[in-house]
DNA sequence: AATGAATGAGGGTTCATTCAT
DNA sequence: TATGAATGAACCCTCATTCAT
């Protein structure tokens, strides 16, 4: 016999629906205001609930700004993968990290959160999100290395090149809006083939002007 | 008639050289922290001086964030008309726009902060910045043109072009310390080099790999 | 005619040891604790159930505490009643009630509240508590009187003795724990004595020095 | 020439004075309302400032209860020294210790808080505390054996004894008021000298039962 | 010019309690 | 009977700002 209650579709996916919410919301307005400069009532109001109603989800706010830096590292992390398999030298294999990395932080439904305030993470997350950072960081590097060895980038500073990437990337979260001219597939693609020009040793001779699939 | 006042000339000297202290101070701290991330204490305390003796050079917190965002507003418009003046195209001029307004925005004796929460700036203020800002870019982008038009800048899109190479360059406040092996001067220069190899329609064969005048 | 629930008699039982064990445990921490210290959801972690699932036993945090006052209360006037009809002169009886309400209140099974916060019982709870141990004093007090006019306790002060050793007494729910070297009865017996020995006329030669029978 | 200022009486002075108000405002409602029991706005409004303004003085509510808590301890180790140079056996010593002690932990101008909620105090405060505490009681244990073995004390057990005054003397805490007709000095006289006779080998006759000088 | 004291507003968090399930 | 979610009030603490000195 079926009850009502085998009928409820499944509570914990309720409660991790709502859960996905809170951290969505939390990644955009952190990305907006800040993580300091974002309170847990306007998070709350914006939800629809209480402030207490929030530590249902989440044990603390720091957690929550936790939670949004680690979604954006498992963003670069399986970008590098997957470029990993994909690419066939280095410049593929960079660019592909950046585009599909973009892809992902910019995405719907994603709760990432890049740009913040040094001191907010606490002294154990910061550990943790630098060291992924770092390594993130590290392997782009490495990337660069492997195009100027095989000859598919030019002669340049990879520290300087990786950073300069990751700003005009990380900086796209501060400016975007996926309800423009550009959804989030055309934007990540012009943008990163305006970086793959600046250091490829076959440079195209034009730039996509206009969004197009 | 000389007053008691004229004989110590160097008082309001004295009194600008410790005010422009704390803006610099302030700029660095916010840069870091972020506005919301920062008291005054912890202003103070870096100044050797009470909470309320900073009330003495400013009016208020939100006062001292405007100065900065000012002061990198103007570092943006001085290096606009300078490259206007020296440049011969359209890619010369934004590249050398670029080139001044970063070295400008991390100099060791500028206090400018870029990267900032919304909702920081009161809505007055806030008008202020965001105009200017959006002219600024609105310029940018019409050096973007004028370079497509003469030739010296491929086809691409103006604004998305404009805005990953403010993030990069922005960025930079991020990471950069002058305390490295590159100096600012160094550090601009090898940046910007990169972001106009990614739209010149004569792209360099190499970049600059190590620090070098 | 017998119905479901009479089939099933056990239920009320279990439910009232259910109840005992939650007012043990509630007596236990707030002795440790504190009314203010002590948290429902410490509570009912403790007995492996919600802290909504308390709220079958007991109407409220502060009903938990009116019954383990009352329970202390009911120790106290059991102890005196049974003391006054065994005692033979005023110490005696004094002594006995002691002895007896200090073997209660420390007993294994009991869930007495002696020391309390001012201000945790609600101001209706608080007349009754507040009613019962002024009267259980001023037995105490009618006893030391009677003691002093029989020729078994010296001329003293009543109000302050018997402040005095229900001090002594009632600090022993802060210290002791059956798992020691004294059992209940054991310890008991010796605090009593040495208070007995402070107020007897006829003072004993030694004291307890180690628990025995 | 005199300033007003150099008039004013110290202005350290004046700040410690309120210090110790408001220390001696807390040690009274944390003894009758608990650590817990007692907020800040309670203290605040008692005092006739704001909550705020208690930091001032003071760095948290848990510095609060330590610095009552270690005006306990001193109290005991300064009567502990003082009794130890004037008493000349065993006995006196010992109740020489509890009269200074409860003189000065019942005393006006005093801000000593005995009895507590575990867990109140911070791990660290509570090291302190509780190592003076036991520290204490071992010294008191001590005076006992010493009692003993110089014919002035009773044989008994040491360790229940001192439970026994100690519990005594604490308690006093909750129910004395220097308002009514036994002032500090008289009632530590009176109370002393009950627990003296329930320990001495040469008990007196008769005790207090009126206060006098 | 600079300070220490004080304030009022707000922030993150906890908690006793309720309620639908 | 027992639970998870939600609430509103309270709590400790911080902070930008003011003011008398």
């Known amino acids: 016999m079926l009850t009502w ?3 409820v579709p499944d ?11 809170l951290l969505r919301e939390a990644a955009a307005v952190f990305t907006r205001r800040g993580f300091h400069g974002t309170s847990l009532a306007d998070l709350a109001e914006n939800l629809g609930v209480t402030k207490a109603a929030l530590y249902t989800y989440v044990q603390s706010k720091h957690e929550l700004l936790f939670l949004c830096h680690s ?3 498992d963003a670069a992390f399986e970008s590098l993968k997957e470029a990993g398999a994909q690419g066939s030298n280095g410049r593929e294999k960079l660019i592909l990290t950046l585009r599909k990395y973009l892809e992902r932080i910019i ?15 606490t002294p154990e997350h910061a550990e943790t999100i630098i060291g992924r950072r770092d390594l993130f960081e590290r392997e ?27 700003g005009a990337v990380n900086w796209v979260l501060k400016w975007f809006s996926p309800d423009g001219v550009w959804n989030e597939r055309q934007l990540a693609f012009a943008l990163i083939q305006f ?5 490829s040793t076959q440079p195209s001779e034009a730039l996509v002007e206009d969004p197009a699939l």
Not at 11 to 21: A, C, L, S
Not at 148 to 164: H, K, M, Q, T
Not at 195 to 199: G, I, K, N, Q, T
Request: include cysteine; charge should be positive; glycine fraction near 6%.
């Open 5 to 7: 209650k085998s009928a």
């Open 11 to 21: 509570n914990n996916e309720q409660r991790e629906k709502k859960r996905e919410t």
């Open 71 to 73: 979604a954006a590292m």
């Open 107 to 121: 995405g719907k439904q994603s709760f990432c959160v890049v740009i913040m305030e040094e001191g907010a993470l």
């Open 140 to 166: 782009m590097r490495t990337l660069v290395v492997e195009g100027i060895s095989d000859g598919s980038i030019v002669r340049c500073n990879p520290r300087l090149v990786v950073f300069a990437m990751l």
């Open 195 to 199: 970086l793959e020009r600046a250091l």
